[in-house]
């Protein structure tokens, strides 16, 4: 579950405008056709503030905010003349910033990574992620990077789950994190992978809930149970919420989601990536995989199981170009394909 960490700045709404002063208000006039401006007070008896807004401490402020800014270290290389005679050198700055939403992005200065090689940035707890640039705009000075950040979701972390089991609201129940990358089954046949087990009771009615961790922070959303009896056994699963994420803001903007589409069914027995069937018409079918293949790599990061593949596959979006490696008859190949859309 990459990046899943919430990352939010506390933002402190000001209000800009004029504040009538008690007993006094001032207006001005153009009179047509001449610069000159006319300002006069008039005094006003019994009047009251335009509007009251709270004054803050700066030490309320630094609280509220403090863990939404970060220290950036950028590392770029130069040119030109040095004291050892010359080439380019490796030169690190340094800058701030602040995260602007859940997903890892921050803003900070142009200047900052202008150049940049390598982006990495620490936060208020002294964790340090590397980081790439997301876009710059040096007419405002400004621009943004996103953290790439692994999960901090671990195995024995608490969880708490919040829902209506058999219609009883607000039912509250917790556990903790028994397992990381399970894979379900979705009611359209495709894997759910990196989902989370847990332990916490799950029962009928509870699907649809999130799934919290004991800092407040949705990392999933309930969806099944494994039970021989029906209820709760102490073996729930969550579906993630980088996933969540991912189809929540395709179904907002546009009603529909889409997936990435490889066109293989995977053997579930074997520890491998191996390949059970490829269907017709599919990007596989069409860069020539066959039954028996085992997928290696993609993009040439290496793959070690069907679990693996479907994660590497689930993280790209249709239409998009990958190098895929596999081994057949003891030989390695690699092709490259464009995924499709994956079909409902």
Avoid: C
């Amino acid at each position: 579950m990459r990046s899943r960490r919430t990352l939010l700045a506390t933002a402190l709404v000001v209000a800009a405008g004029a504040v009538a002063g008690a007993g006094a208000a001032v207006y001005a006039a153009l009179s047509p056709g001449r610069t000159n401006t006319v300002v006069r007070q008039v005094t006003v008896r019994d009047s009251q503030p335009a509007a009251k807004t709270e004054t803050l401490s700066v030490n309320s402020i630094y609280r509220a905010a403090y863990k939404g800014v970060v220290e950036i270290t950028v590392t770029s290389q130069t040119s030109g003349p040095s004291t050892f005679g010359g080439g380019s050198q490796t030169q690190k700055a340094q800058g701030s910033g602040f995260v602007y939403d859940a997903k890892g992005d921050i803003v900070t200065n142009q200047h900052v990574v202008d150049g940049a090689q390598s982006v990495s940035v620490k936060f208020w707890n002294g964790k340090t992620y590397g980081a790439h640039v997301v876009g710059t705009d040096a007419s405002t000075d400004l621009a943004v990077i996103k953290v790439d950040a692994p999960s901090s979701l671990t195995v024995g972390d608490g969880v708490v789950a919040i829902g209506s089991p058999f219609g009883l609201e607000e039912t509250v129940t917790s556990g903790i994190v028994s397992a990381l990358h399970r894979q379900m089954t979705s009611p359209s046949g495709f894997a759910i992978p990196d989902s989370i087990q847990t332990d916490a009771a799950i029962n009928h009615g509870n699907s649809g809930g999130p799934l919290f961790d004991t800092q407040g922070r949705v990392v999933g959303v309930t969806a099944q149970i494994e039970s021989d009896s029906g209820g709760n056994d102490g073996v729930g699963f969550a579906i993630p919420s980088n996933t969540v994420r991912s189809v929540a803001d395709q179904l907002i903007s546009s009603g529909k989601a889409r997936h990435a589409y490889l066109g293989v069914s995977l053997s579930s027995t074997a520890s491998t990536a191996r390949v059970g069937a490829v269907r017709s018409g599919t990007p596989a079918a069409g860069a020539g995989l066959k039954a028996g293949d085992v997928i290696t790599a993609l993009d040439g990061k290496s793959v070690a199981s069907s679990a693996e593949l479907e994660s590497a596959i689930a993280a790209h979006k249709p239409g998009d170009s990958v190098s895929l490696t596999y081994t057949r008859g003891g030989k390695s190949h690699t092709v490259q394909l464009k995924l499709a859309s994956r079909p409902s």
